[in-house]
């Protein structure tokens, strides 16, 4: 029975690399806005808590930190040109 739940977790964390991968590509693409980003990013670690061992905790922080790096550069970018946009029309 460990082995089973052991590999469901790691399934689940397999799982929620490629959701907030897809989530962070549609952010970068324009597709979804950074309030709707965060949003779904909070959602899919939701749903992914409950099925995890407090060893494997880690894991899942390596995943945020590299997530919120994306999308915090690409929020930074996306200010530094609408502002530099805005300081060229005045």
Same mark, same amino acid.
């Given at each position: 029975?460990?082995?089973?739940?052991?590999?469901?977790?790691?399934?689940?964390?397999?799982?929620?690399?490629?959701e907030t991968?897809?989530?962070?590509?549609?952010?970068?693409?324009?597709?979804?806005?950074?309030q709707?980003?965060? #949003?779904?990013?909070?959602? #899919?670690?939701?749903?992914l808590l409950p099925?995890?061992?407090?060893?494997?905790?880690? #894991?899942?922080?390596v995943?945020?930190?590299?997530?919120?790096?994306?999308?915090?550069?690409e929020?930074a970018?996306?200010?530094?040109?609408?502002?530099?946009?805005?300081?060229?029309?005045?």
């Amino acid at each position: 029975m460990g082995t089973n739940n052991q590999a469901y977790v790691s399934t689940a964390l397999e799982v929620y690399k490629r959701e907030t991968h897809e989530i962070v590509g549609r952010f970068l693409s324009h597709q979804l806005s950074f309030q709707d980003c965060i #949003a779904d990013l909070h959602t #899919a670690l939701a749903r992914l808590l409950p099925s995890l061992k407090p060893v494997q905790f880690d #894991a899942v922080r390596v995943i945020l930190l590299a997530n919120n790096d994306a999308v915090m550069n690409e929020e930074a970018r996306r200010s530094a040109t609408k502002k530099a946009s805005n300081d060229r029309v005045f």
